[in-house]
């Protein structure tokens, strides 16, 4: 036991650490120490130890500092292997950051503490103390209404607690307050970049005639001119950036002469992802790659673009990144992508056509996709139903109860999504819906409902088991899908929905029966043919 000729030593009991300290408290779950969340960490008026030591004791991986002015607590403080950095906290001035600032300051003086406290986590940083509740409740002095002010404006957590000392090491039956602060971190504004937005502010991007109406919307266009303003805005400040600091560096380099040529290496390093040995052509081919993947997932762009399609530009992010982020390059790939879905939206459409129908059929669920029937010449055709079943992972969480909690499907959602773009390109626009289908099924997932999902064109329904259940609502489209598939595949008489039931032979008769059930759904195709017979240009329009 320590007791000093000193007034203001208390050292702080257990029951007060552990009320102090416990958000930052606890333990795994195979009885371990918890890493705390605090990494840096501040004991300005330490004692003996008695706060540190149950931080050594009960945390991990934290950085302390001890402050003392006492030289007999000091050589305690020491001899217990703890850092002790500085002797009068209220002259102390550093450079390093604590994540927080934990004190039991004297008693008579406790503002004086509290505020060189605020002062040192000015730019962010937490503050716990113990301070004699007359501190606040009596502010007499100039000292003490600041501290009590800047307390309010910092939205303090304060509780008075009586009899905290009464059964301590060193007895008292002062009433005390601890306090609990939470300084927001400084957000700090680049000059370098502000100045170089100012100097922006004034360029224009320009945009000629033939560009414009390639770009088709006035809204569009102002897209496409603020984010080549905000890439190149970026792009210029991050190159000044980089000029800053190699001119910096020969200054910290030379800092220190030594002929032992030990710090002959900057301690600050600039890194730019993907290094090589030109940094700012590695930076800027960086910042190009940033701005293509964020232009290629915005839907305006990729407009009716398959998640197949998609992922063929994705891939090729690292040869855009060579190219730069300009209205030329822009448009060069928008026309690529066009050209793109000219040659392959047949081609995509009659791949989910199988995939939703032959893929399947093997297994006795999925199997029920489709309906045969005999075709043209051939007796080998089917037919998508209106309800269809496909597989997929889904990840799931079991609750206590013994229920399960679906977290998400990213792989049936990407499968919804593309037959919604499919049916998209087949309904020609005629359709409105402008949500998110994962965005719309995680919604349902976070209530708790798994079936009878509404979507666009369809109803889905979740198993844990790993199916999906997609029923169709918008059933002449559906009647669309599989009047182009089956043509498409040569199944159909060749003037299918072109001739009058009457005009036809036997032979192209039956089919008809067999692929629409009835002369009456028949006929609605004949008579409705500028909708039922899509054309390549009726996709792309």
């Not at 990494?39 to 540190?52: F, R």
């Not at 937490?126 to 009590?148: D, F, G, H, M, W």
């Not at 602060?181 to 370098?192: A, G, K, L, N, T």
Request: hydrophobic share 35%; proline share 3%; net charge negative.
């Amino acid at each position: 036991m320590i007791l000093l000729n000193n007034k203001n030593f208390y050292p702080t009991p257990l029951n007060l650490i552990e009320r102090m300290l416990e958000e930052y408290d606890g333990y795994e779950n195979n009885h371990t120490r918890k890493s705390s969340k605090i990494k840096t960490l501040l004991e300005p008026s330490a004692g003996k130890g008695d706060i540190v030591d149950y931080i050594e004791e009960n945390w991990r991986d934290t950085d302390i500092d001890c402050i003392e002015i006492d030289t007999t607590l000091q050589a305690t403080l020491k001899g217990k292997k703890y850092r002790v950095v500085y002797d009068d906290f209220l002259t102390y001035k550093t450079y390093k950051k604590y994540d927080l600032i934990v004190m039991n300051p004297p008693f008579d003086n406790g503002e004086k503490h509290l505020l060189k406290a605020l002062e040192l986590q000015q730019d962010g940083g937490k503050i716990i103390c113990l301070l004699n509740a007359e501190t606040l409740r009596n502010p007499y002095s100039n000292q003490r209404k600041v501290l009590v002010n800047k307390l309010e404006e910092l939205n303090a957590e304060i509780e008075f607690i009586h009899d905290a000392f009464i059964d301590a090491e060193r007895k008292t039956n002062v009433e005390v307050a601890i306090i609990k602060v939470e300084i927001p971190e400084q957000e700090y504004i680049s000059d370098i970049f502000e100045n170089m937005r100012e100097a922006m502010k004034y360029e224009e991007i320009e945009i000629n005639e033939e560009q414009k109406n390639a770009l088709v919307s006035a809204d569009f266009i102002n897209f496409i001119k603020s984010l080549i303003l905000q890439y190149e805005t970026e792009i210029k400040a991050g190159i000044k950036l980089i000029r800053e600091y190699y001119a910096m560096k020969p200054h910290i380099l030379n800092s220190l002469k030594s002929e032992e040529k030990k710090w002959d290496f900057p301690i600050i390093k600039l890194e730019v992802l993907n290094r090589d040995y030109n940094v700012v052509n590695n930076f800027v081919r960086e910042v190009r790659r940033k701005y293509w993947d964020y232009l290629l997932h915005n839907k305006n762009f990729i407009g009716k673009l398959t998640s197949n399609l998609r992922n063929q530009y994705f891939k090729n992010i690292d040869e855009m990144s060579n190219y730069e982020f300009s209205i030329y390059n822009i448009l060069t790939i928008r026309e690529d992508m066009h050209k793109n879905i000219n040659k392959a939206v047949e081609e995509t459409i009659l791949s989910l056509f199988d995939e939703l129908s032959n893929q399947y059929h093997y297994n006795n669920e999925t199997s029920k996709n489709i309906h045969y029937y005999n075709g043209w010449k051939t007796n080998k055709c089917w037919k998508i139903n209106n309800k269809v079943i496909i597989p997929f992972y889904m990840r799931t969480y079991k609750n206590l109860d013994g229920s399960y909690k679906f977290l998400d499907c990213y792989e049936a959602s990407n499968k919804m999504e593309d037959i919604t773009k499919i049916f998209d390109y087949l309904d020609c626009g005629q359709t409105e819906y402008q949500y998110s289908i994962s965005n719309i099924v995680k919604e349902y997932f976070n209530k708790g409902e798994y079936k009878n999902i509404p979507l666009k064109y369809f109803n889905t329904t979740f198993y844990k088991k790993g199916t999906c259940h997609i029923t169709f609502t918008n059933l002449e489209l559906l009647d669309k899908f599989n009047l182009f598939g089956s043509q498409r595949k040569g199944w159909l008489p060749p003037n299918y929905g072109k001739k009058p039931y009457i005009e036809m032979d036997k032979e192209e008769q039956e089919v008809v029966k067999e692929f629409s059930g009835s002369i009456e759904n028949y006929n609605k195709i004949y008579t409705n043919q500028d909708y039922y017979l899509v054309s390549k240009q009726m996709l792309l329009d």
